[in-house]
Each structure stands twice: as C-alpha cells, then as structure tokens.
C-alpha cells in the first residue's frame, strides 16, 4: 500500500489530523532548529571569531618567541663563556671578541650588555657597519669611556665623557639580583643608549676569581621595533593588526608615528592609552580591555573608528606587568566567514527537513495497516457516491447506522419524536464509543429512500432542526465531533451525520428529561445502567 492510499482510506478526520501532525512536526523541527541558530548566531560569531584571534594570538606569539629564544639561549652562552674565561666588564677587547659574533649573526640584539656589582660596566651595540662600546670604571664615578670600532674590530675613535649613568640603577640589573641564576624579561623601557624602548634579557651570577662573590649581570637588548617588524610580517587576516602595550595599558607606536602623539602621556616609551579613547585603533583595544579586567584568555569586543572588532591579548614573557601582544580582527571579517558558510547550513537545513519527512513518511509506513483497518468515520468528498455505496453494500455495523427519515413515522406518516431520539441515540452511541456514520434516508436493508418523507420545505430549514435537536437532547460542545451534510444519490437527497468520538461522556437527554447513557455494539445501540455507565466512563475517559 503506497503512502497516498494510506492517507486517501484513513477515515476523514484521522487523516486530517495525521496529515496536520505530521506537516506540525516538521514544521516545529525546522522552526525549532532556526530558532536555535538565531539565539545562539552571536555564540557562532564569537566562537569563530575566537577560532581566528586564538590562531592569529599563537601565530604571533610563536613569532615573537621563535625572535626572543635565541636571546635567551645566546645570553647563556655569552654568560658562560665570560665566567670560565675569567673576564671582568673591564676587559673590554676579549669581550668584544665574545660578543660581536652573537650581535652579528642574531640581528634581534640591540646591544650586549656586563656590569658589576661595584660599578664597572661594559656596553657594545651596533654603530652603522662597526661597532660601539662603552666602558665604564668600578666606583660611583661618573666618568666613562666610548669607542667607536670598525669592521675589522680597529678603533677608530675614543672619547671620555661625563655621565650620571650608573648601570647598578637600570632595571634589568635590578630585577636581575632579584632571581640570580634564571634568565629574567625586564618590563618595557628606555634604552639609555639607543633612547628607543625595549626589553632586557639579564641573568645575574657571582665572580669565580678576582672578587669572588661579587654581583654579575649580563645582558642583551632586543628592541621592540624589531618586535613589532616580526608581527608585521604576519598575514594575520585581510584586515587584521597585531601590537604591543605595556601591560599598565601603554600602546607602544613606532617612532614615525609617535610625532603625532601628545608627549606629555609618554611613560617607558608607550602611550597611554587612557588618554587616547577615540583615538587610533589600538589605543581604543587596550583602553577596551583594561575597561573589563585585563584578561588573559577571553575575547574582547569593541568599537573603534566606525566599527565593531574582536580583540585578543597576550602577555609576551611570564610578566604580566611586562609587554603584551594585542591582536585585532573587525566583526565583519568574522560574519564574511559566517556567510561564506551559508551554504553549508542550509545544505545542512535541507538535509535536517529531508530526514524529517523521510522520518514522517516511516512512521505513516509503519502505521499503514492499523490506520487501513480504522473505522471510516468520514466520507471523502473526491470519491462520494463510491464510498456512499460501499458503505450501503456493507451494511449496519460497529460504525455505521441506517435511518430511514429525521422525524417522519413513515407507518402513521406524521413526524414523531420517537423518530428523531432514535437517529440521536445512535450519535450519542458513535459520541460514546469509535465514532461513526449515520445515514438518513437509507431504509434498513441499504435501499436509498430519500429524505422527501420529512417535508423540509429547504435543506437551510433541515440543517437547523438538526442542529436544534443535538444541541436540545445532546448540547452544544458535542456540536465539534457531529457533522451533518446533505447529498444526491440515485436521484434522492439523503442525510449523511459524521461522528467523532468526544472527548467528555455523552448523555442523551430524552422527551421525559432524563439522562441517558449510550453505547455502541456492533449494530446495535445499548443503553447501560448508571453503575456499568460509570465503569465504563472510568475505562474510556
């Protein structure tokens, strides 16, 4: 049996029903799944919006580190090599034979630095295609000693000059002291030298041989110019920005850029970025971000410049007081994503309303024989005068009654009202039990009568006796179950009443008033007692 004959000889109102619940349920399941898309759509966006600024952050971290590493590991080195050979901040031509290797061949080191703890300071960095190295004498004396060397390590000039410049202050030998022996991240600050920003790598140990015991610093400048050069040479999305800040929110911006800026709010070689709202991108990232607590890990969405952006932050060593990495990405690069996946969700959509009308038409399959085997409580519009004489040829039964008129006695041929309780009886039995058809006009043997007996002088005037008497004898909130419709069949009009089973028990108010209590078995009509009404009402209601 095919599914449109399932649906075509269920009985009327089952089908109905089947049909609206099956369109229901899919309709509910793709509502469902679309209401669900649209509360979460902004836990879509920022998940991958979280997705881009987690591999964007990582990308750069993994750059800045893969840049910062080797300092660390050089610095070991260089450390290492100092302490077994003995030498002192003093011995100025063998440490520029141990350093100006590393600073030539790790172009990320500024300038190397060793000093001790009595005052004495060696300092080399880059000085155009040679070198420059600042020797400064143990004691608080201020005077030092800066050569300019070529290539070739020859020296080509040599001045002393007078400076307050004592390294036992700076910030890398001090916060060095305070971990000896482990390779320390100095917070972002003026390099003296230079007078750019950046960070120091410094680890602190003690003397072997001549003034043993006394404080050693060495380390090495990375500035974070190179810094950010190595973000930007990362594609970090169509639109995307990476930066550094200080973790007290101070945006770092390239020397070209900083002419711009007020230099009044300059601290350590950053901007603050408290004083910049409304201002450059990443003043406004930062700013956003100190506004909700300076997380580590979690996205933070703001607005800057016209548009809404995702923001990602960092810290760039184990300080969090140190630099930071800032990475941006604008909310509309994430919804390009989102969009370029449209067709995936609703391939995904189509898939979901297939498998729920595929699920549908299982279950119609599965139910095809019970639902065959119904009784037909309904007559099908499409196919009327078949079904009326199948329902002829078959004859009285469970669900089905034959009246021969509404209210005429055709033996004394004068309306009596034993007529009408007769036919009402039987729909209180349908109402009571399955449901039903009643016929009217249809003599007991099946033989099409006609309705002509009963002298309606209209069938508006035969519809409104009908419904007077169910709602006398039976009430108005049966009228949903009960149906009554008229039609031709071999040329006479009979009466066809439509029940479906109620929802509450029937009872059946008679001419004498009394209350009636009516089932359906088989052909017949059963009036039950009160007792066996009120266990029958227990098991069926």
Not at 16 to 36: K, M, P
Not at 198 to 213: D, E, F, H, K, Q
Not at 490 to 510: N, Q, S, T
């Amino acid at each position: 049996m095919t599914n449109a004959s399932l649906l075509r000889l269920s009985p009327g109102p089952i089908r109905s029903r089947l049909l609206r619940d099956l369109i229901l349920l899919i309709a509910f399941t793709v509502g469902l799944l679309v209401t669900i898309n649209l509360l979460l759509i902004d836990e879509i966006k920022h998940d991958l919006a979280g997705n881009r600024i987690e591999a964007a952050t990582v990308l750069v971290q993994d750059e800045v580190r893969g840049l910062l590493l080797p300092v660390r590991q050089q610095l070991l080195i260089v450390r290492d090599g100092i302490e077994s050979a003995g030498l002192a901040p003093t011995d100025e031509p063998a440490l520029n034979r141990y350093l100006i290797p590393t600073l030539a061949h790790i172009p990320q080191i500024a300038g190397a630095l060793d000093a001790a703890g009595d005052g004495a300071e060696y300092f080399l960095r880059r000085d155009g295609d040679g070198w420059l190295t600042r020797l400064r004498e143990p004691g608080d004396a201020a005077r030092i000693r800066i050569t300019r060397w070529d290539a070739a390590l020859r020296p080509l000039e040599r001045r002393e000059d007078v400076s307050d410049h004592d390294p036992r202050t700076r910030p890398w030998f001090t916060e060095a002291l305070e971990t000896p022996g482990q390779v320390i991240w100095s917070q972002p600050y003026v390099f003296s030298s230079l007078r750019v920003p950046g960070v120091t790598a410094a680890i602190a140990w003690s003397n072997a041989g001549l003034n043993a015991g006394q404080a050693r610093v060495t380390a090495m400048d990375v500035t974070l110019q190179s810094i950010l050069d190595a973000i930007k040479r990362l594609a970090i999305g169509e639109q995307g920005q990476g930066f550094l800040f200080s973790g007290e929110g101070g945006v770092f911006i390239p020397p070209a850029s900083t002419d711009a800026l007020n230099h009044d709010h300059q601290a350590s070689g950053f901007f603050s970025a408290q004083t910049r709202l409304g201002g450059p991108l990443q003043f406004d990232a930062v700013a956003a971000w100190k506004a909700v607590g300076a997380p580590r890990d979690d996205l933070v969405r703001f607005h800057s410049g016209g548009e809404d952006w995702w923001g990602g932050f960092r810290p760039l060593t184990e300080d969090a007081d140190g630099a930071w990495i800032g990475v941006v990405l604008p909310v509309s690069e994430t919804l390009t994503i989102l969009q370029s996946r449209w067709h995936i969700i609703a391939f995904t959509a189509l898939g979901i309303l297939a498998a729920s009308l595929g699920l549908a038409l299982l279950v119609v399959r599965k139910y095809s024989r019970q639902l065959r085997d119904l009784p037909k409580l309904s007559l099908d519009r499409r196919r009327l005068e078949q079904d009326l004489r199948e329902l002829l040829a078959a004859g009285e039964g469970t669900h089905l009654e034959f009246k021969s008129t509404m209210r005429m006695n055709l033996h004394t041929q004068t309306a009596g009202k034993e007529i009408e309780l007769a036919w009402l009886k039987g729909v209180a039995a349908f109402l009571n039990t399955e449901g039903g058809i009643l016929l009217i006009g249809v003599a007991d043997d099946g033989a099409v009568l006609g309705m002509a007996a009963d002298k309606f002088e209209n069938e508006d005037k035969c519809q409104l006796h009908f419904k007077n008497l169910l709602n006398q004898h039976l009430g108005p909130e049966y009228a949903r179950f009960v149906r009554f419709y008229l039609y031709d069949l071999d040329g006479r009009r009979i009466g066809a009443v439509e029940c479906e089973r109620a929802d509450a028990p029937a009872f059946l108010r008679d001419d004498k008033q009394r209350e009636l209590f009516i089932i359906r078995n088989g052909p017949s009509n059963i009036e039950l007692s009160i007792s066996r009404a009120l266990n029958y009402i227990r098991g069926h209601y």
